[in-house]
């Protein structure tokens, strides 16, 4: 019965109007899905630290959105084009992508992956049965961009996900990358009073090609994001992704990485901050498929307040993957005594022949470094928050972003007060 | 009096270190304290410093008339006390300098004076760097940021040529150097010796004492001053070892 209802709200939020016959389709079986299983309770193994119920509520209670609300403004970044979405909407006319040489871009269709099309049984548990419904209820259009064979784009394409008050909506891009292509896309979720935000990212990584890109989750602290990144390598093609997860209410982020093809090498980086009553929950999956396949993963998790951080990092070698380099670290700091965190890094290897490692440390600020810094006539609450600089800094340096890393930082300093400055120098 | 140390008694997790220590440091002198391992040496640098997880249980400093022990770490530093650690620490991703300027501004804002501008900052910077012979490179990484030992070390007489404090407390600052970055230290700290500040240097060997020329030559042991005198003194531990002036007491 609660089903039902969640399933009726949801279908009241999205206006039947403009919309091609399959979405429609699509979207008529996700609210069945949905009326029948419902959101992943914390029954189910992967969802066993992170209750949806702020999620459902919000649902339940959420109107459709006015055609006047205000749209939070693009962050002061200068290099690149953008793709802008309001509410889940591609909106073409504030959008400058079209000025970007190398790239095409349209709607996404039916046949496409991550436009909603029944995703393998293993996909499915991951995300949750029930979540991949719920996006695909709510899904109003999409973009698909393809970067041409051999294009290397100098400048990076951002994509804006904005979100007006007490709006619910997905947010849906695929990028395929020709051979030998390369791009930085930088994934901006924005909303001080988004209700429920969510999003799916398709990278689909060509022969050869290179992909940076960086997520950069910042809703307001009443909202609650459930945001998921699909990439899948070819041969010899290599990623680096950043995840800077600082944002709502309660956040959920599912990456799944697919080393597809031998050669192909990924390289990602976290960083949640939960303070207050944040609750940020990270799951990612790295699955090696092919030989010479390479993999490097580092989250570190800052919790504070009565803030919460999960993350569960699971890499799995399959038998196919000789040869495979598999690292996995996980650094969290707790910085009070309500604060928390659930960590499970997870190694499955079924190939002869690998390097892997994998390892999770929680602990407080060193006491040595405050007393060093205090030493030195650093008030205590500063000298706090430069440590918390210095551990935050020493992730951010690897942004896989030439030329972006200033001004993400410039992004993060109202979070994180004396990040800019301690690094600059005197 | 610069500083006044009477009967100190210090206990570290229930185990009595300092068991009645008394020790003055007039303006301008250079003392000198040597002793055996766990003697407490390095206990009564981190309690003049203020470190936690050290109970004064009898005892009093007096640091130019004030309470010493009564001040947080960051005002003892503030009026002018300096802690030159044995095993500094590396906190990457804050900028050496950054926090140099930052500890410099907080000692100059306690005194009423202006902050110090980035410009003016660099020069005296550059210029202190020269003494301690460290390249523009080495300053502009993390504090202690992948530096050799005796890298830090020199880094921490750098910090204090900036800082230009009234006591210096020097712990170990010897060990680890080979003899050219041992000469280089003892430049340093050399430089700020003119006639009004005071240092503490903890030390187990004389040799550092051969470049620094110190007034005062204390042994500590078993947390007590057993036996003090001048720079002689020191030659002669180097030469006898400890046992001579440990049997009596």
């Known amino acids: 019965m609660d089903n039902d209802n969640l399933s009726r709200a949801v279908g009241r939020l999205v206006p039947d109007g403009d919309m091609p016959a399959w ?116 899904l109003r259009n999409g973009i698909v961009v393809d970067v041409k064979e051999g294009a290397r784009l100098q400048e990076p394409l951002h994509l804006a996900f904005l979100h007006t008050a007490g709006s619910v909506a997905q947010n849906q891009v695929t990028i395929r990358l020709g051979a030998g292509s390369a791009i930085t896309v930088v994934e901006h979720h924005l909303g001080d009073e988004a209700a429920v935000a969510t999003s799916t990212t398709t990278l689909v990584c060509g022969p050869r090609s290179h992909l940076s890109f960086i ?33 709502a209410r309660l956040a959920r982020n599912d990456l799944q990485v697919e080393l597809q093809e031998p050669g192909a090498e990924v390289d990602c980086r976290g960083l949640f901050f939960a303070d207050e009553s944040r609750h940020l929950d990270n799951h990612t999956r790295i699955d090696h498929r092919a030989v010479r396949t390479r993999s490097r993963e580092t989250y570190r998790g800052i919790m504070d307040g009565n803030g919460r951080g999960v993350f569960n990092g699971r890499i799995v070698v399959h038998p196919a993957a000789a040869r495979a380099d598999a690292r996995l670290t996980n650094q969290n700091l707790l910085l009070s005594p309500g604060a928390e965190i659930d960590t499970k890094p997870e190694l499955e290897i079924y190939a002869d022949d690998v390097r892997c490692s994998h390892g999770a440390t929680t602990g407080q600020l060193d006491r040595d470094a405050v007393f060093y810094l205090r030493s030195r006539g650093i008030p205590a609450d500063e000298a706090r928050r430069l440590l918390i600089a210095s551990f935050t800094r020493e992730i951010l340096r690897h942004l896989p972003a030439a030329g972006l890393e200033d001004q993400i930082v410039s992004l993060l300093e109202p979070r994180l007060p004396g990040l800019a400055a301690a690094g600059a120098g005197p | 009096m610069l500083l006044e140390i009477d009967n100190l008694h210090v206990t570290v997790a229930g185990n009595a270190i300092l068991k009645g220590l008394s020790l003055q440091v007039r303006a301008g002198e250079v003392h000198a304290i040597m002793g055996p391992n766990g003697s407490g040496k390095s206990t009564l640098a981190h309690v003049l410093a203020g470190r936690d997880g050290y109970e004064v249980t009898a005892g009093t400093v007096t640091y130019l008339g004030k309470d010493l022990l009564a001040m947080s770490p960051e005002e003892r530093a503030r009026e002018g006390v300096f802690l030159g650690f044995q095993y500094p620490v590396e906190i990457p991703g804050v900028n050496n300098l950054y926090l140099l300027r930052a500890a410099l501004n907080a000692r100059r804002r306690h005194r009423g004076q202006p902050e110090i501008d980035a410009i003016q900052f660099m020069k005296i910077a550059r210029d202190k760097a020269r003494l301690m012979q460290m390249g523009e490179q080495f300053m502009s990484r993390g504090v202690n940021e992948g530096f050799s030992g005796g890298e830090k070390k020199r880094n921490e007489i750098f910090q204090m040529t900036m800082l230009e404090p009234q006591l210096a407390v020097l712990d170990e600052t010897d060990s680890g150097l080979d003899i050219d970055a041992l000469k280089v230290v003892a430049n340093g700290v050399n430089s700020l010796r003119d006639g009004h500040r005071g240092f503490v240097l903890v030390t187990h060997y004389q040799r550092l004492l051969d470049h620094i020329v110190p007034d005062v030559v204390h042994v500590l042991a078993a947390g007590r001053i057993v036996r003090s005198g001048d720079r002689l003194l020191a030659t002669e531990l180097e030469a006898r070892g400890y046992d001579w002036v440990l049997a009596p007491a």
């Open chain 1, 23 to 138: 979405l429609k389709t699509r979207r008529m079986q996700a609210l069945a899905e949905l009326s029948q299983h419902g959101l992943p309770t914390t029954a189910a193994e992967d969802w066993r630290y992170t209750d949806l119920a702020p999620v459902i509520e919000r649902i339940t209670t959420a109107t459709m959105p006015r055609g006047n609300a205000r749209v939070p403004q693009l962050p002061g970044i200068e290099a690149g084009a953008w793709a802008v979405f309001v509410d889940g909407v591609f909106r073409d006319g504030m959008s400058t992508l079209r000025d970007l040489p190398g790239i095409a871009f349209g709607a996404i269709g039916p046949d496409l992956p991550g436009a909603g099309a029944p995703a393998d049984e293993e996909a499915d548990g991951r995300d949750g049965r029930g979540v991949q419904a719920l996006k695909t209820a709510l």
């Open chain 1, 215 to 247: 997520k950069l989750q910042g809703y307001g602290d009443s909202s609650c994001h459930l945001g998921s990144q699909h990439v899948t390598l070819g041969a010899d093609a290599a990623a680096g992704l950043f995840h800077l997860d600082l944002g």
